[in-house]
């Protein structure tokens, strides 16, 4: 039981918990050592770039190919962070799995990731119209799902003090 302490898993919650739930529990925390495993090589492999680049290229941050691919590859391990950190707030808060604002997020991270690496030379008008409109789309929804994520709250603690 301090393996699940240590997972911040209360045991009291652990022990009243469904088979279901406990199955879901064990996904999400399986599915986390993946993602770390992952995020920990990925960060090994830019690393490892990086250093290449600096001592057997004329390693230039400022030339925009260079530029876009380096912080192509930060963006992803961003990602890939924010992910992981929206599975471990479902595992402490016990909420579902599913989180809008974290999935409309993580989609705006990866289409401004997307602007970033993009190819300008050989991207069309209307590329580049879709994925600010994509950008503006994910961002009123952002502020629709915030916007009534704070009204909730808001009601939430008017019911705790009456």
């Not at 399986?30 to 492999?45: E, F, N, R, S």
């Amino acid at each position: 039981m301090k393996f699940l302490e240590h997972l911040d898993i209360k045991t009291t919650q652990w022990e009243v918990a469904s088979a279901y739930e406990k199955f879901e529990q064990v996904v999400v925390l399986i599915l986390t050592g993946l993602i770390i495993v992952v995020i920990a090589i990925a960060v090994w492999h830019l690393t490892i770039k990086i250093l290449f680049s600096l001592v057997l290229t004329s390693f230039d941050p400022t030339e925009p190919g260079v530029f876009q691919t380096v912080f192509g590859m930060i963006f992803t391990v961003i990602i890939a962070l924010e992910f992981k950190h929206s599975i471990l707030i479902m595992v402490k808060r016990h909420e579902s799995i599913v989180q809008v604002r974290t999935v409309v997020l993580i989609a705006m991270l990866a289409v401004i990731r997307k602007f970033i690496i993009i190819d300008l030379s050989s991207t069309t008008a209307n590329q580049m119209f879709a994925l600010a409109a994509g950008v503006l789309a994910l961002g009123a929804v952002y502020w629709l799902v915030r916007d009534q994520d704070r009204k909730t709250e808001i009601a939430e603690r008017e019911r705790q003090v009456k």
